[in-house]
């Protein structure tokens, strides 16, 4: 089983351009979500999808979309970058939301100039 | 909603040292409470976790202990070696809610 998979590993971009993440699990998780992660503020969840047809708010929605295309994958998209939005995305999956293990991606390391 | 607050942010031990890294919690209804490992470039995976039904639980030179009437958790690393140095997030969630996690603890362990 290859876990949970992002696409791409790194990616730059020019302020008000747009890209989308790519994330997709192979564990037949119900749950996944989508974090940044920036230096000295740990891990906040953008968005979370508790089921197939499903996504909610996390703590920092703004700037964001997402779409949970079936039960493997869950992609974020930023329709207008800003410099603000420079971080690592993790993507994760658990077989439940809340209390199980989540399982995470290897990660997105995005700059936006 | 839970508000999960971590201490120290960084940590330094000599190693065979113990190392110890607390959170607290604002939610009283939480009942999960995991501790992830991230080390530097890596994605953070989950190391130990614990359920407000239990106090205390181990697993070899990691121990997690539970206090829900103080809402505090802490993770312990004992004989502490090179290789367990990491970033350590804490997190706590109701169950039926999206997990909440610490700022994280940056832990360094000297030769």
């Known amino acids: 089983n290859a876990g949970v998979t992002q696409t791409p590993k790194f990616q730059v971009l020019k302020t008000g351009q747009s890209m989308t993440l790519q994330c997709a699990q192979d564990?037949?998780?119900?749950?996944m979500y989508w974090y940044r992660q920036d230096p000295g503020m740990g891990l906040r969840l953008i968005y979370y999808s508790a089921s197939e047809g499903t996504t909610d708010k996390g703590e920092v929605p703004n700037g964001y979309n997402v779409s949970r295309l079936n039960k493997r994958e869950f992609s974020l998209r930023l329709e207008s970058a800003a410099p603000s939005q420079t971080s690592v995305y993790f993507c994760a999956s658990s077989l439940i939301t809340g209390g199980d293990t989540q399982y995470f991606g290897p990660g997105t390391r995005l700059t936006v100039l | 909603g839970e508000n999960v607050e971590q201490h120290p942010s960084t940590l330094s031990v000599q190693e065979g040292d113990s190392a110890v890294i607390k959170c607290t919690y604002s939610?009283?209804?939480?009942?999960?409470f995991p501790w992830y490992k991230q080390e530097l470039g890596k994605r953070p995976q989950l190391i130990i976790d614990?359920?407000?039904?239990?106090g205390e639980k181990k697993d070899q030179r990691i121990a997690v202990t539970l206090n829900k009437t103080a809402k505090h958790f802490s993770l312990h690393i004992t004989e502490t070696q090179p290789e367990d140095s990491a970033v350590y997030f804490c997190?706590?969630?109701?169950?039926?809610?999206?997990?909440?996690f610490g700022t994280g603890t940056r832990l360094l362990v000297s030769p």
């Open positions: 939610d009283s209804a939480s009942n999960y």
């Open positions: 997190a706590a969630t109701t169950g039926f809610q999206k997990l909440v």
């Open positions: 614990i359920r407000s039904n239990v």
């Open positions: 564990m037949n998780h119900n749950s």
